[in-house]
C-alpha cells in the first residue's frame, strides 16, 4: 500500500498535525507500508531535507490560503501511484483542491480535521467566523461531506465539530492517534538540555513545550504560576516553543508585572535530544489550552513518565484523569491556578504514582504501533471493499 499524505506545510513549527505524520510513517514503513508528501512548501525550504519522508514540493503556495496552480497539475499526474489520499487540515488550498482533483478522477479520500472545526474559534475569532461562513456551504463543507471518512482523534473532538456550522454532514470516524515516544539515551538527554541551561540545575521547573500562541493559554499559566507558587520556592517555569505571533512581548509584560521574569525560561523551539531532556528534568508538564483536539507533546510527556497538568479543552482530558496519569481543570485562571495548587499540595508518593500511571497510560492508548495498526486496518478494509 502507497499512502500519500496532504498538508499545507511540514515546517515542524506548525504543531502536532506534521509530527503526527512523521510519526505514523516510521510505524508504517516498518511494516511494508510506503507513506509520501505532497505539500505546499517551496522546494527550496531548509526545513524540508529534515522531513524524514518524502516530500513532494508544490509551491511556496501564496499567501495564507497557500494558492498553487502547480498542485493541481501534479496531482492530476501522479494520483494512479498512490491508494490511499489523507489530507491533512483544512481552510487552505491544499484541501480544496486535493477533493477537486480526487473527486474528478474517482478516489476516494479521508481528512484529518486536526481540532480545526472546533466551536472555540467560532467564539473567539468572531469576524473570521463571518469569513468561514461564507466559505463554507461552497469551499469546505463539500470537502468533508464528499471525504470517504472524516477522523477524529477523540470522542469530544467529532461531537465538537458538529456545532460550529449548521449545514453539516460527515462520515465521522474516532481512530486512535499517538506518537513513539521518548527514544534516546535518557541520562544524556537530561545532562544536554542542563548544559543549555545551566542555571536550572537542581531546580525544579514546569513545562510548558508547544507554539506560543494565544489558544494555548499561556498567559493563564504566567499569572497562575505568579499566584500559586510561593516567592521563596525554587520552582521554575519553563516555556518552550516558535513564538509565531510575537506574542512573548506581552507575556513579557505580565511576568514583569508579578516579578517573576527571573523565574521564567524561554529557550524558544526545542528539537531531538534536548526536547527529551527539557522533559525527562522537569517536574511536571503544563497545557492550559483553550483547544486541544489531542496534543502530541501531552502524550510525549507522559511517554517520559511525566504527569500532565491540563485544561479540560485538550479533548484527552478524560483519559488523562481516569488513568490518573495528571489533573486537569477549567481553562480559565482560577482553574490554572487549580491545576498548579493541587499538584504542589499533593505529597512525595501521591505524585511518584502519578509518574508511574503517566507511562502506563502512554502506552496503554496513545503509543504509535496501536494508532497506526487502527488506520491501516481501515484503509485495507476500505479498500478491499472497493475491489469486491
Known sequence: MKILHIIRSVNSEGGGPIEGIKQLSKYKKQNGYFVEILSLDS?????????????????????????????????????????????????????FAARNVLNKVNRNYYIFTHGMLDPWFKHQYRLKHLKKLLYWRWGEYPVLRDAKRVFFTSEDEKILSRQTFSLYHCRETVVNYGTSGHQGNASDQRQLFLEHFP?????????????????????????????????????????????????????????????????????????????????????????????????????????????????????????????????????????????????QQLDTSSQNQIRENARNCFLQRFEITRASANLLNIFEKDLAAIKN
Open 199 to 343: 542555571h536550572l540545575k537542581n531546580k525544579p521547573y514546569l513545562l510548558y513545550l508547544s507554539r506560543i500562541h494565544p489558544k494555548k493559554g499561556v498567559d493563564l499559566l504566567i499569572e497562575a504560576f505568579a499566584k500559586s507558587v510561593n516567592a521563596d520556592s525554587d520552582l521554575q517555569l519553563v516555556i518552550a516553543g516558535p513564538d509565531q505571533t510575537d506574542w512573548k512581548i506581552e507575556l513579557d509584560k505580565i511576568a514583569e508585572k508579578y516579578g517573576i521574569s527571573h523565574k521564567i525560561t524561554w529557550p524558544g523551539m526545542l528539537k531531538g535530544d534536548i526536547k527529551w531532556g527539557a522533559y525527562l528534568n522537569a517536574e511536571a508538564f503544563v497545557l492550559p489550552s483553550h483547544q486541544e483536539n489531542f496534543g502530541i507533546v501531552v502524550a510525549e510527556a507522559l511517554s517520559c513518565s511525566l504527569p500532565v497538568l491540563i485544561s479540560n479543552k485538550v479533548n484527552i482530558w478524560q483519559e488523562i484523569i481516569k488513568d490518573n496519569a495528571g489533573l486537569a481543570s477549567d481553562d480559565n485562571l482560577a482553574g490554572t491556578i487549580d491545576l498548579l495548587s493541587r499538584w
Open 43 to 95: 522546494p527550496d525550504a531548509l526545513y524540508i531535507k529534515d522531513c524524514p519522508v518524502k516530500v513532494h514540493t508544490v509551491g511556496p503556495g501564496t499567501g495564507s490560503y497557500g494558492y498553487s496552480r502547480k498542485f493541481i497539475v501534479w496531482l492530476l499526474k501522479h494520483h494512479q501511484e498512490y491508494d490511499v489520499f489523507v489530507v491533512n487540515g483544512i481552510w487552505q488550498y491544499h484541501s
